[in-house]
């Protein structure tokens, strides 16, 4: 199975800072990765698919790039109602793996 | 637009059965991939079965192959999930989720969670 890394685990970061958090696949997954967004006791909210295309309805401060194994979600300018954990996740084959997550924090 | 309901979860022991419903609106259930993703207390998510639009076929987790069983009725717009030999490390918050295409696991839309406790 393929296995999903990210890192940080943590992040603290100030309203108004650019965050990148970063995603590593243990074998190519071509562009098949998606970013998800959690907050606590919420179900988790699709930010990203195919590694760079934003879905709908989300804000345009989210950006997301890489193909192969490397990937990273940016964060242009962070807001208030940024501060949760954020996930990536393969879907280019079986068994649809998970990051660990990213838990940003303020500062 | 769409909206996804789970329901089913409850506290039972280890070794019992359970089933988990989800009812889909707002879209044209049959023609989506849908999936179950689930999250133990303070861990991350993990996928664990997926059912395809059109009959594309179903696949499970390795932790779960063998005793859960995902199905749909398309008439009924519901996904379900048969839950049987129930184990402590099931113990989780289960999510309905939709797939962006019929055999796309990439999950656009999400319900809200119905919670699973396996304890004696």
């Known amino acids: 199975d393929i296995q999903m890394t990210q890192s940080p685990s943590t992040l603290s970061a100030s309203v108004g800072d650019r965050v990148t958090i970063t995603c590593r696949a243990s074998?190519?997954?071509?562009?098949?990765l998606a970013w998800y967004q959690q907050k606590p006791g919420k179900a988790p909210k699709m930010l990203i698919y195919k590694s760079s295309s934003l879905q709908s309805g989300v804000p345009s401060r989210f950006s997301g790039s890489g193909s192969g194994t490397e990937f990273t979600l940016t964060i242009s300018s962070l807001q208030p109602d940024d501060f949760a954990t954020y996930y990536c996740?393969?879907?280019?084959?079986?068994?649809?793996?998970f990051g660990q997550g990213t838990k940003l924090e303020i500062k | 637009e769409v909206q996804l309901l789970e329901s089913g979860g409850d506290l039972v022991q280890p070794g019992t059965s359970l089933r988990l419903s989800c009812v889909a609106s707002g879209f044209t259930f049959s023609n989506y991939l849908m999936t179950w993703v689930r999250q133990a207390p303070g861990k991350g998510l993990e996928w664990v079965s997926g059912?395809?639009?059109?009959?594309?076929?179903?696949k499970y987790a390795d932790s779960v192959k063998g005793r859960f069983t995902i199905s749909r009725d398309n008439s009924k717009n519901t996904l379900y999930l048969q839950m049987d030999s129930l184990r402590a490390e099931d113990t989780a918050v289960y999510y309905c989720?939709?797939?962006?295409?019929?055999?796309?696991?990439?999950?656009?839309?999400w319900g809200q969670g119905t919670l699973v406790t396996v304890s004696s």
């Open positions: 996740q393969q879907y280019y084959t079986y068994s649809y793996t």
């Open positions: 059912s395809g639009g059109s009959d594309t076929g179903t």
């Open positions: 074998q190519t997954i071509s562009s098949w």
């Open positions: 989720a939709k797939g962006s295409y019929k055999d796309s696991y990439d999950f656009t839309n």
